[in-house]
């Protein structure tokens, strides 16, 4: 596409990134009557599911509820075909959506924003590209994704292996084919978790580096017909409020009681249910199981029990079971054969605990017992979740404050939404939102809505600025922590607390209340005039 004359259009709004919020951002800003220009580091939509194209990357939320709410015919029109959608059918959903409301037209793909800088005197942001693009906005939103900047460890000798090596998160587009090839995996969270089982179908060898093992919950997928497809389309708005309300974004409620006032039979008969549905829910099937470590417990105890029984080699599954974090405090992997994988001649599990990486060499990686030859190497190590992508543009709010030194200490936003220092700058399902702990299409549609009305609001009331006070931060920080320190969730090392980036501060990132919780609580900010946020009308020469 040819960029539009910026400096004879002047723009109301910048969107970053043409992923899931993204693409809702340009539907819904362009909607309200706002001039608005998006750029794209990739070369088509998509965002995580563009470049998450690994053997096995699927999602672990049902694909009914993985989807758009904002148009009824879009929802009655698309047929998905699994109950788990696979990357390529939602990235062709993606696409569809995309194509369906002329999103395209509003990306300059193959572009990434370097700098987005406040001017204070016009009150609008200045963003400079890496294709030299120059533009100005009275709004800039970030729908930079919570997991799209890859983490790729500073192991000694990286750079020296000469075989192949990949990232999960930026995988061929035109695939791999390890066939006959001695092929290492480093991690095991969830991408290692859902390739490991594909490519030990092509390797001659896999070895499996892990850290720290992950729960791991069997997807139960199962293809869709058209009489299921009727049936949920014609319940589509009652399933959509049950999401809405809910905790995680789906139309599932945990078992209101705790898990220790039920009998055994019931209990087990509960997760029985859970581990056939698949999944991350598995960690939802009673109200106290990551809040009350006895009742985890049980859970603990069941998946470890499933996990014993499908891995043959006891002394691999003594390494499989976690014992260092509550179940569910980190996110429980959706897998197909995962541990069946460890029953394969040509599958090992390296135990990194025992023997950590020294480094790799041109041959292969060397422990500290053992040296492995490897003809390709890949790199499942997730991701700088939350904050990787921001803190990789250079943005610059009052007084030209960056970002990093605002969020040295950890991420510092009101609502997840926006920044003290920052105005008129906002975030889509970033920290200090229920993020990555909810089905993040609806999550995006409920910021989405939020900036569309806000915007709306300034301009009705004759305003420029809007942003955060400093309490308004503050209080919101402490109340995240207070409802995160309820549950076991900062007992884990996990990526929602930073733990997986060397120097990050650890800091539990995500709002813990639940979806529903958290979106009155934004309608009632809203609704209040947004109450903490501070406006100003700025009056131009």
Not at 402 to 407: G, V
Request: hydrophobic share 40%.
């Amino acid at each position: 596409m040819t960029d539009p004359d910026f400096s004879t259009a002047p723009l109301d709004v910048v969107v970053i990134g043409a992923g899931v919020a993204g693409l809702y951002a340009m539907h819904r800003l362009r909607a309200q009557g706002l001039s608005v220009h998006g750029f794209e580091a990739g070369s088509g939509v998509g965002g995580t599911w563009y470049f998450n194209r690994y053997p096995g990357a699927r999602c672990d939320v049902e694909s009914f509820d993985y989807s758009y709410s904002f148009s009824e015919e879009l929802q009655q029109h698309w047929d998905w075909s699994e109950k788990y959608a696979a990357q390529p059918e939602i990235l062709a959903y993606l696409d569809h959506v995309a194509e369906r409301f002329d999103l395209r037209s509003g990306f300059t793909f193959d572009t990434r924003v370097e700098s987005a800088h406040f001017d204070e005197e016009s009150a609008r942001w200045r963003v400079r590209t890496d294709w030299g693009h120059d533009v100005t906005a009275r709004f800039v939103v970030c729908a930079t994704g919570s997991l799209s900047t890859a983490n790729i460890p500073n192991i000694e000798g990286r750079e020296s292996f000469t075989g192949e090596v990949f990232h999960t998160g930026f995988w061929p587009h035109e695939g791999v084919d390890f066939t006959g090839k001695r092929v290492g995996v480093i991690g095991t969270g969830s991408s290692g978790i859902q390739s490991v089982p594909l490519i030990a179908e092509q390797a001659e060898q896999l070895y499996v580096f892990q850290r720290s093992a992950n729960y791991s919950v069997p997807a139960g997928n199962t293809p869709l017909d058209d009489a299921r497809r009727v049936e949920i389309k014609a319940g589509y708005a009652e399933r959509r409020a049950l999401s809405k309300r809910s905790g995680g974004g789906s139309p599932f409620v945990s078992d209101p009681r705790s898990a220790l006032e039920v009998s055994e039979a019931e209990r087990t008969a509960a997760y029985e249910e859970r581990w056939k549905l698949g999944g991350v829910l598995f960690a939802k099937t009673f109200a106290d199981q990551t809040s009350r470590l006895e009742a985890n417990e049980t859970a603990r105890q069941f998946a470890e029990v499933k996990i014993r029984s499908v891995v043959e080699d006891q002394s691999v599954a003594d390494l499989l079971i976690p014992n260092d974090h509550p179940i569910g405090t980190k996110r429980i992997v959706t897998d197909t054969n995962y541990y069946q994988s460890y029953n394969r001649d040509n599958v090992s599990l390296v135990n990194l605990k025992k023997a950590p990486i020294e480094e790799i060499d041109a041959t292969g990686i060397r422990t500290a017992d053992a040296h492995y030859e490897l003809d390709a190497l890949v790199f499942a190590t997730g991701f700088d979740a939350m904050t990787g992508a921001l803190d990789r543009i250079d943005i610059r709010g009052r007084g030209a404050e960056a970002l990093r030194e605002n969020w040295n200490a950890g991420p510092r936003t009101y609502l997840g939404l926006g920044i003290n220092g920052f105005p008129n700058l906002f975030i889509v399902t970033g920290p200090g939102s229920p993020s990555v702990l909810t089905n993040m299409i609806l999550a995006a549609e409920q910021h989405v809505d939020w900036i569309a009305d806000a915007i709306a609001y300034l301009d009705a009331n004759e305003l420029t600025t809007i942003e955060p006070s400093a309490e308004a931060v503050e209080g919101w920080l402490e109340e995240c922590s207070r409802r995160a320190s309820a549950t076991l969730f900062p007992s884990a090392n996990s990526w929602y607390m930073g733990a997986n980036i060397p120097g990050k501060t650890r800091i539990f990132m995500p709002f813990i209340g639940g979806f529903g919780v958290y979106s009155d609580i934004c309608a009632e900010v809203a609704s209040a005039g947004y109450r903490g946020f501070e406006t100003a009308s700025v009056v131009r020469a």
